[in-house]
């Protein structure tokens, strides 16, 4: 299967810990994306990456938050200091940018189910 | 502002029928993209169908329609002869450009089929 793979699917963790989640994208696109989805809500961007640049951060995204993609192929999330408010669902995605991705459409992972208690 | 609206919270369809699931948006883009997905229980995300700004055909991808009304900016989706396995979570979704590009999601519609 070539899609969108994350790990953990579940996490559970005591406030204050911290926590990394990984998201394998597809291995030709170069567009990688971050959500965050609460029970009830759509998918909230948190950060994009276009290869291994990170373009965008969203002011959801606080100090304790931080992303990489080192190589352009693979992404990591961390949470520091983890709080109950962190408590969602964290949606990874990928697309094909430029001529060759079409529509550009996203294609998401399983998503990793975080618990904080 | 809501950029993305989604008014239905919760819908009921009977297996076969057809069902339209709304959603309005607001850009002041000229170029912009609208994907409706759908979320079953297990929780991931499944790509459905696009519509480009300048598409001037409305899409179509086996059952599902987009009915694109450019000067409403709305964007429905249409499922037709509904399936008890289309039982899911349906989220429109805007991608906008400005420098990078964004993907907002509305809130949601949840569809029952029943049988």
């Known amino acids: 299967d070539t899609g969108v793979s994350q790990d953990p699917r579940h996490k559970i963790t005591k406030r204050g810990q911290n926590v990394t989640f990984r998201c394998d994208p597809i291995?030709?696109?170069?567009?990688l994306y971050w959500y965050r989805q609460t029970l009830g809500q759509g998918p909230e961007f948190l950060t994009y990456f276009q290869n291994e640049a990170q373009l965008e951060k969203s002011r959801l995204l606080s100090d304790r938050f931080s992303a990489e993609r080192p190589k352009g192929s693979f992404s990591t999330l961390e949470i520091q200091r983890t709080e109950q408010g962190d408590s969602a669902m964290y949606l990874c995605?990928?697309?094909?940018?430029?001529?060759?991705?079409?529509?550009?459409?996203?294609?998401f992972g399983p998503g990793t189910r975080l618990t904080v208690l | 502002a809501q950029k993305i609206t989604q008014t239905q919270p919760g819908m009921f369809v009977q297996e076969k029928e057809a069902v339209t699931l709304d959603c309005t948006y607001d850009?002041?883009?000229?170029?912009?993209?609208l994907f409706w997905y759908k979320q079953p229980s297990s929780g991931e995300m499944i790509f459905l169908i696009y519509?480009?700004?300048?598409?001037?055909q409305n899409a179509t991808e086996g059952r599902y329609s987009l009915n694109f009304q450019k000067a409403r900016k709305s964007a429905n989706l249409v499922i037709s002869a509904s399936q008890l396995g289309d039982s899911a979570m349906y989220f429109c979704a805007m991608r906008e450009y400005s420098g990078t590009y964004k993907y907002i999601f509305g809130t949601g519609t949840r569809l029952k089929v029943l049988a």
């Open positions: 995605a990928s697309s094909l940018g430029g001529l060759r991705g079409h529509n550009n459409e996203q294609f």
């Open positions: 519509q480009g700004s300048y598409d001037e």
């Open positions: 850009t002041s883009d000229q170029s912009y993209g």
């Open positions: 291995s030709e696109h170069n567009r």
